[in-house]
T-cell receptor, first 116, second 113 residues
């Protein structure tokens, strides 16, 4: 597509429920990134994909968080047994190439997650 | 590991004036890229400007310029002729070859009429 698409744009869920956040990157972008932004804070890196592979999962806050990417395209971030501290905006970004510092990212509009 | 420091939590500027947003970075890599993003209240992250570590000239994009001082590890953003629509959060970020973008905590800019 023309840009990075994220869905849903807003999600309110009850504590303890599982949620899935979806990211559809720009067509042809091999690298995909997930960040989390808590209210009034900067961006916290969660995980990245090169193709379908996630070489480093150390940024995920806990084992309740997982992510996958299929077909080198769409990615899903899953949060199990949500907690109130998971409330944040989850931003997805993609870039044409991962290992080149000259390439920046294109971000989606984010998913605002509220756990009540 | 990379690190970005933005020491100004908030800044005010009069409309039509210029403003400088500070950014210092820390990286052990010789090849890296520096980026500035704007985040309006609507939440999207908008790419503004990029500076490569080997670029000898400061980057410019319209009213945005990047004051790159490599020895000081400084990459300040200069916005000239501020407009009301420039009011937003501004994030500085750095990346090198095999690491994702690392962001600072941001500076909230408010443009006053």
């Amino acid at each position: 597509g023309a840009g990075v698409s994220q869905s849903p744009s807003n999600k309110v869920t009850e504590k303890g429920k599982d949620v899935e956040l979806r990211c559809d990157p720009i067509s042809g972008h091999t690298a995909l990134y997930w960040y989390r932004q808590s209210l009034g804070q900067g961006l916290e890196f969660l995980i990245y994909f090169q193709g379908n592979s996630a070489p480093d999962k150390s940024g995920l806050p806990s084992d309740r968080f997982s992510a996958e990417r299929t077909g080198g395209s769409v990615s899903t971030l899953t949060i199990q047994r949500t907690q109130q501290e998971d409330s944040a905006v989850y931003l997805c970004a993609s870039s044409l190439v991962f290992g080149d510092p000259n390439y920046g990212y294109t971000f989606g509009s984010g998913t605002r997650l509220t756990v009540v | 590991a990379q690190k970005i420091t933005q020491t100004q939590p908030g800044m005010f500027v009069q409309e039509k004036e210029a403003v400088t947003l500070d950014c210092t970075y820390d990286t052990s890599d010789q090849s890296y890229g520096l980026f500035w993003y704007k985040q309006p209240s609507s939440g999207e992250m908008i790419f503004l400007i990029y500076q490569g570590s080997y670029d000898e000239q400061n980057a410019t994009e319209g009213r945005y310029s990047l004051n790159f001082q490599k020895a000081r590890k400084s990459a300040n953003l200069v916005i000239s002729a501020s407009q009301l629509g420039d009011s937003a959060m501004y994030f500085c970020a750095v990346r090198s070859g095999n690491t994702p973008l690392v962001f600072g905590k941001g500076t909230r800019l408010s443009v006053i009429a």
